[in-house]
């Protein structure tokens, strides 16, 4: 079956400390992780995807298939990161139908 | 700009009254998808068109349905909302590089 945990549903940090959003899944096959963000009062919208390998806004999240996992993570947090956060699988292929995480809301104080 | 819109952005119903929610896209994807996202739940995927082609989750209930009349236009049909069925729902569209959301309509049922 496939499923995507996100352990924390909620998570503090002051800015300027480092930050790392868990994400483990379960999938048969090879999927494509991706982490979404929401901010207050927007839309959902696409942060990273495992296969293009980039660093947004400073966050970076890297594939680890041995231990299933897409953790999310910043080397130092800033206030305007303070949203939720999204993980989510597709299997490979066109219709890249998404399986979400839970979600983890991190706020990160002055 | 909005690439993706979704109407109306809040919607009131009665029990058992049929309602209908819109969304259009000015990004001329083939891929069009509706979720279903409940107070503090993860956002779960109840159809999506691949073009034309309408694929329907399996747990999907059969008070849901949704036409695609064109490349632009998507609406979700819910034919006799339910009291359970009061969630915010998403629409996004893909070309297989990640899904663009639209900002939700917010359903409630009285």
């Known amino acids: 079956a496939q499923r995507v945990t996100q352990p924390e549903k909620l998570l503090s940090v002051f800015k300027g400390a480092p930050v790392e959003l868990k994400c483990n899944y379960s999938y048969s096959g090879s999927p494509e992780l991706f982490w979404y963000v929401q901010y207050s009062r927007q839309r959902l919208q696409l942060l990273l995807r495992?296969?293009s390998r980039e660093s947004i806004k400073g966050f970076t999240a890297d594939l680890n298939k041995g231990e299933t996992s897409f953790h999310l993570k910043k080397p130092f947090a800033q206030e305007e990161d303070s949203a939720m956060y999204y993980c989510?699988?597709?299997?490979?292929?066109?219709?890249?139908?998404?399986?979400f995480g839970k979600g983890t809301k991190l706020t990160v104080n002055p | 700009d909005a690439m993706v819109i979704q109407n109306p952005r809040y919607q009131v119903t009665q029990f058992g009254k049929p309602v209908t929610l819109s969304c259009s896209q000015t990004l001329n994807h083939n891929v069009m998808y509706w979720y279903q996202q409940k107070s503090s739940q993860a956002p779960k995927l109840l159809f999506h068109y691949y073009d034309k082609d309408f694929n329907n989750e399996a747990d999907t209930p059969d008070n849901f349905q949704s036409r695609r009349p064109n490349t632009s236009f998507c609406f979700l049909d819910i034919r006799s909302p339910g009291l359970g069925d009061a969630a915010m729902y998403l629409c996004?569209?893909?070309?297989?590089?990640?899904?663009?959301f639209g900002p939700g309509t917010r359903l409630t049922v009285l």
């Open positions: 989510a699988l597709s299997g490979q292929g066109g219709s890249e139908k998404l399986v």
């Open positions: 996004a569209t893909s070309t297989g590089h990640g899904q663009f």
């Open positions: 495992h296969i």
